[in-house]
């Protein structure tokens, strides 16, 4: 059975840092791309990051370049989001996806918001 499980996210001042976790199982995590997505309300769901298979490469959203940080853990099928400098604008639910040649998965969504 596949899973994926997010963790992390909660509410947070502007300027401040929350890590979301996405806990994998129920397939061979190091042979799929992972992405983190998310969605505010009333808009459409957006590419935050990627990061390949074996972790070699990464992609950002312009939007979150330099504050937002994604990474992986084959050993422990787990990724990450590092993220720094939050903004109101940063304020969605945030969503794990796997990304393979066959198929995808999509976790169930943690929230996140910033402010004040």
């Known amino acids: 059975q596949v899973q994926l499980v997010e963790s992390g996210g909660g509410l947070v001042q502007p300027g401040g840092s929350l890590r979301l976790s996405c806990a994998a199982s129920g397939f061979t995590f190091s042979s799929y791309a992972m992405k983190w997505y998310r969605q505010a309300p009333g808009k459409e769901r957006e590419l935050v990051a990627t990061?390949?298979?074996?972790?070699?490469?990464?992609y950002y959203a312009d939007s979150v370049k330099g504050r937002f940080t994604i990474s992986r853990d084959n050993r422990k099928n787990t990724v990450t989001l590092q993220m720094n400098n939050l903004k109101p604008e940063d304020t969605a639910v945030y969503y794990c996806n796997a990304r393979g040649l066959k198929y995808g998965y999509w976790g169930q969504g943690t929230q996140v918001t910033v402010s004040s």
């Open positions: 990061i390949t298979n074996a972790g070699g490469s990464t």
